[in-house]
């Protein structure tokens, strides 16, 4: 239980921090250093210029988001009171650590997608603002951040795997080529079963009729150098419906308990990290070498 509760810490660390600081730059960029306990200014408009005149900085991001583009403040804004003071609130009782309900109002295909059985934490609880800012940011989708760095800040342990020397080519290139960044219908938001994602990339489609096409599973290259990757990466040969056959003949790859890890099935994944490792060919288990990683299921 020691990582996910030292996870929790970080993250309200950081969104203490990340409060802290939108709140600072609201104040620095007001006019008038108003404290906590003050009325929100009077608004004569809740649109455009009514608001951006004091609040400039809502509208300075490359990435704008559509409609605080177009300045329609009033799509998620309403004038409130707290305690007999002005605020402005959220519509819809939406909170700043759930905006779910009304993100997908206008969502309203994302809402479809989060019905599935595995969703991702911050996703189930409702903060899309932990990976999208409401108004604008710098990068793609209004993420925080530039591609994996945006999951990197959450998942300390998955950023030590990316520095290793022998990092996996998709994980590097993007966290989303095999993880839906908000819920699937698989364990750990993966995009398919578990080797049906990896076999996609190293069994040849062509050659075996029960691979499936890459270019189907992942849907059109949506993400760059995904065509790239699909066409790197090394074949394998499996037999008896891609259930085995590797890493030796007859070996299998599914469909048996993992003596390793109890209560799971044995998996591409119990012998591959599929994000990084200290030896060759992504061994888990720290295994530099093939030896070292049979004996951890095996006794000759
Ligand atoms: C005259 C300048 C001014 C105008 C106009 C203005 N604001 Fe503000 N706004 C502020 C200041 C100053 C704060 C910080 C208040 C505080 O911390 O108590 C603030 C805070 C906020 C907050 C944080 C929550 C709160 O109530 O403190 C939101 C949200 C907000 N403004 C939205 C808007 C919207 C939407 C409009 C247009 C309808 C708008 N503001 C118009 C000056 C302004
Ligand atoms: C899509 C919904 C949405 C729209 C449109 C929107 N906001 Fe917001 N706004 C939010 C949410 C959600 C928060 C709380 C953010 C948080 O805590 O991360 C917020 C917070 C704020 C804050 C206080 C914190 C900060 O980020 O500075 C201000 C000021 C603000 N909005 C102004 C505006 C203005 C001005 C507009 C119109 C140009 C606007 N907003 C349009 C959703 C929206
Ligand atoms: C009033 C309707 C409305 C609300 C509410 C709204 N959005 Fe949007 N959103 C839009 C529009 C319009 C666009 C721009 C058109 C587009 O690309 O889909 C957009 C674009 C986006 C994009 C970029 C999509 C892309 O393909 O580039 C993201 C991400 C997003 N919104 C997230 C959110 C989140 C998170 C919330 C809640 C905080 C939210 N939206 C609330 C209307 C809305
Ligand atoms: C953990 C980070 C994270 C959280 C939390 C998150 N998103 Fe996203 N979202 C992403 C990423 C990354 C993308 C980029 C496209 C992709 O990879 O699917 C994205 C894309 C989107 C898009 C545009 C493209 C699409 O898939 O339709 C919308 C709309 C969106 N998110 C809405 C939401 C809403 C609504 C919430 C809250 C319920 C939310 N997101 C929470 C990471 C996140
Ligand atoms: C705001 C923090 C935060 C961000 C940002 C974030 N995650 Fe997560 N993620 C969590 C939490 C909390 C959990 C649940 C606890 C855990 O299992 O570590 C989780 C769980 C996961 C899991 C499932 C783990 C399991 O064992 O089922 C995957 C996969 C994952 N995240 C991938 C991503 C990807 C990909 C991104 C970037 C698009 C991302 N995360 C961004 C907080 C975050
Ligand atoms: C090639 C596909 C692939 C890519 C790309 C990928 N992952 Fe994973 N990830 C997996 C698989 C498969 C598992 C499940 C492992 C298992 O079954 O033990 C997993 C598990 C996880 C988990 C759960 C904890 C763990 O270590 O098992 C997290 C968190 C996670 N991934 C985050 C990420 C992040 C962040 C990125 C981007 C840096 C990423 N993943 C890129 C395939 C991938
Ligand atoms: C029982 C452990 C085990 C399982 C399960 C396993 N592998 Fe391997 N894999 C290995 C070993 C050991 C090697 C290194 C073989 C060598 O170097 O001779 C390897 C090598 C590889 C290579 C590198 C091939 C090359 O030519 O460089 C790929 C790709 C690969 N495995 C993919 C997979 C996929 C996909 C699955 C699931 C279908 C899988 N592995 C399941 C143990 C395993
Ligand atoms: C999008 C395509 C793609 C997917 C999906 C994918 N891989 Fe890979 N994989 C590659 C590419 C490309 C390489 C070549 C080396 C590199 O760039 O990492 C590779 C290399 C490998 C290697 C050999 C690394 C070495 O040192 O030679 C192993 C083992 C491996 N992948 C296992 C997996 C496992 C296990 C999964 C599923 C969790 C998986 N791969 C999913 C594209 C993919
Ligand atoms: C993650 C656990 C795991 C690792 C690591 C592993 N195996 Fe296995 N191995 C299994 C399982 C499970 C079976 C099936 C046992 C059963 O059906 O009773 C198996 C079966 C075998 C068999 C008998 C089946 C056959 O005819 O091939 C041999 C031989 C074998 N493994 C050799 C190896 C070698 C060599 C390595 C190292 C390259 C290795 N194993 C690594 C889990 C593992």
């Keep these: 239980m020691r990582r996910p509760l030292r996870l929790m810490l970080m993250m309200s660390a950081a969104s203490l921090l990340a409060t802290a600081a939108s709140l600072a ?24 210029a009514a608001c951006t005149n004091c609040h400039a ?3 300075a991001r490359r990435v704008m988001h559509g409609p605080a583009a177009s300045g329609d403040c009033a799509a998620c804004h309403i004038v409130t009171s707290s305690a007999g003071t002005r605020r402005i609130g959220l ?38 603002s932990a990976c999208h800012d409401p108004h604008g940011s710098a990068y793609r989708f209004q993420l925080p951040a530039d591609g994996n760095q945006t999951c990197m800040k ?36 993966l995009k398919a079963a578990g080797n049906d994602m990896c076999v996609a990339c190293h069994v040849d489609a062509a050659a075996d009729a029960a691979a499936s096409d890459p270019r189907a599973l992942f849907g059109p290259a949506r993400i760059d150098g995904l065509d790239t990757l699909i066409s790197k990466a090394p074949r394998i040969l499996l037999e008896g419906s891609l259930t085995m056959g590797h890493p030796t003949r007859g070996h299998p790859v599914d469909a048996r308990p993992d003596p390793a890890e109890k209560g799971r099935s044995l998996r591409c994944a119990s012998c591959h990290n599929p994000h990084g490792s200290v030896g060759a060919k992504l061994l888990r288990f720290g295994a530099t070498g093939v030896s070292s990683l049979c004996i951890r299921c095996h006794s000759f």
Excluded: F, W, Y
Excluded at 26 to 33: D, Q
Excluded at 91 to 109: E, F, I, M, P, Q
């Design 25 to 48: 730059s609201v104040v620095s960029s007001s006019s008038e250093r108003a404290t906590a306990k003050k009325d929100h200014p009077p608004v004569t408009a809740m649109t455009g």
């Design 57 to 59: 900085d809502i509208l």
């Design 91 to 128: 519509k819809g009782n939406a909170s700043s650590r759930d905006t779910a309900a009304l993100c997908v109002a206008c969502h309203t295909d994302t809402a479809d997608r989060l019905k599935q059985a595995h969703r991702h934490a911050p996703v189930a609880s409702g903060n899309c």
């Design 154 to 189: 959450c998942h300390e342990d998955i950023a030590q795997a990316l520095a290793q020397t022998h990092v996996h080519g998709p994980a590097v290139n993007a966290c989303v080529i095999c993880h839906d960044a908000h819920a699937a219908a698989h364990p750990a938001q």
